[in-house]
């Protein structure tokens, strides 16, 4: 239990806001679960996003509330796990505040992409959009900040973006849409929000001259 929560604490240390999107989408799973299962009726009960009630009944909340609900329980442990590593890694790149923003706006634009593109009688749910989005952004920046990464780490997010849209096309029951929303709005907000410099080094920066100045 201890060597867990020395884990959990040092994660938490440099990833906050993704392990509050893990939290909270864990959350939301055992709610779905214990409330009525999985089913198509209780996730739109719980805020799954359906386009006719956000256009014709303006339950605009959908649009947020399906990024933290999935399909199933290994729908939300294999959004966890990719979460966990490609969000952590673009949080200590960009910044806690930075990245809230591409994993929200990004998730939002995904929905955006089901209402108003996508088929009116189809329950989407999943992180899947936001996650696109993270993916969007470190594509982008392996182009613009080459030195932030090393050559195999750089191979590695290319490879994992090309494979997951080859997957969203390939395999039924996948929002397209909604994956290509969210990789559209990643890979535009990385012109806009890539800062000069990781923020770890930032962070790394201040650190030592706080202790330095107390010393």
Same mark, same amino acid.
């Given at each position: 239990?201890d060597? &867990?929560?020395?884990? &959990?604490?040092a %994660?938490?240390t440099f990833?906050? /806001?993704?392990? /509050?999107? !893990?939290?909270? *989408?864990?959350?939301?799973a ?6 009525? +299962? ?22 605009y ?6 990024m ?12 966890g796990?990719?979460? %966990?590593?490609?969000?952590g890694h673009?949080e200590r ?8 923003? /591409?994993?929200?706006?990004? +998730?939002?634009l995904s929905s955006? $992409? ?6 009116? *009688?189809?329950?989407? /749910? ?5 996650? $696109?989005g ?8 392996? $182009?613009?900040?080459p030195?932030?990464?090393?050559? #195999?780490?750089?191979? #590695?997010?290319? *490879? ?20 290509? +929303?969210?990789?559209?709005? +990643?890979?535009?907000?990385? $012109? ?8 770890? !080094? ?6 030592? *001259?706080?202790?330095? %100045?107390?010393?």
């Amino acid at each position: 239990m201890d060597q &867990f929560e020395r884990r &959990f604490k040092a %994660y938490f240390t440099f990833h906050p /806001v993704t392990t /509050v999107i !893990l939290i909270i *989408n864990t959350i939301m799973a055992l709610l779905v679960l214990f409330s009525g +299962g999985f089913t198509l009726q209780n996730l739109i009960s719980w805020g799954g996003l359906v386009p006719p009630l956000v256009t014709e009944l303006g339950q605009y909340y959908r649009m947020l509330t399906a990024m933290a609900l999935h399909g199933s329980i290994l729908h939300v442990l294999m959004n966890g796990y990719v979460l %966990y590593y490609i969000g952590g890694h673009l949080e200590r790149l960009i910044g806690p505040k930075r990245y809230a923003i /591409v994993y929200l706006a990004s +998730g939002i634009l995904s929905s955006l $992409f089901v209402v108003f593109f996508g088929q009116p *009688n189809v329950v989407t /749910v999943g992180a899947s959009g936001a996650i $696109f989005g993270v993916m969007g952004f470190l594509l982008i920046l392996t $182009f613009r900040k080459p030195t932030w990464f090393p050559p #195999s780490i750089a191979k #590695s997010i290319k *490879n994992l973006t090309l494979i997951n849209l080859v997957i969203t096309f390939l395999i039924p029951n996948i929002s397209i849409l909604g994956h290509l +929303g969210g990789i559209v709005g +990643g890979a535009l907000l990385a $012109f806009i929000l890539t800062p000069d410099e990781p923020d770890y !080094l930032k962070r790394y920066i201040i650190e030592n *001259n706080e202790r330095y %100045y107390q010393a």
